[in-house]
């Protein structure tokens, strides 16, 4: 059975972050499913709009091996304020499942919800919120918690991502695949 992800959007995601993360671990075989958490198609932060599959609504009594946040603002926000998005955090967290956020959302969504691990990464003008957390790195994975800066880093991000569901020998067929290198 294939891994599967969850993707939340909202009116004011980073399109880079979540166009990425989606079309990455589809390229893998995750089966993703993207929601949104305000109506079926979202304005993300640079006008593109984004359809979601479903509203996170639909989600709430499904599990998911992955919870995959995108940052931008006010997107992050609206990410934050949803109970139904933070209930199924809270729930991944306790089963020790993975979880991921990039750019804002680490510091908008998981600090504000008491749900970072002992070391994070955000975009770096909205480190004060993670505290003597932040680690200062394209991306950091700490226990089942990935987080990564922001739209620069979303591919290492989404592969990461990859590795963690499919592997390392799948995440670098990937990786290869769209001519991605790692920067030295």
């Keep these: 059975m294939a891994p599967t992800a ?28 993207v929601a949104s958490v305000d109506g079926p198609q979202v304005t993300a932060s640079r006008r593109v709009k984004l359809v979601a599959d479903c509203r996170i609504d639909a989600c709430q009594d499904r599990t998911f091996d992955l919870i995959a946040l995108p940052g931008g603002m006010p997107g992050a926000e609206h990410l934050r304020d949803c109970e139904v998005l933070i209930d199924l955090l809270r729930a991944q967290v306790q089963a020790g499942r993975w979880y991921a956020a990039i750019c804002a959302s680490p510091a908008v969504v998981l600090a504000t919800h008491n749900l970072l691990p ?8 909205m480190a004060e919120p993670l505290g003597s957390r932040f680690v200062d790195e394209p991306v950091v994975v700490d226990g089942p918690c990935i987080t990564s800066q922001g739209p620069a880093t979303a591919m290492a ?26 920067p030295q």
């Design 6 to 33: 969850l993707v939340a959007i909202a009116d004011g995601t980073e399109e880079i972050e979540a166009v990425t993360i989606i079309d990455t671990l589809r390229r893998t075989g995750v089966e993703v499913t």
């Design 118 to 125: 002992d070391k994070a990464t955000v975009y770096p003008t």
């Design 157 to 182: 991000f989404a592969l990461r991502l990859v590795e963690v569901l499919c592997g390392g020998e799948r995440a670098q067929q990937v990786a290869s695949a769209m001519l991605f290198k790692h």
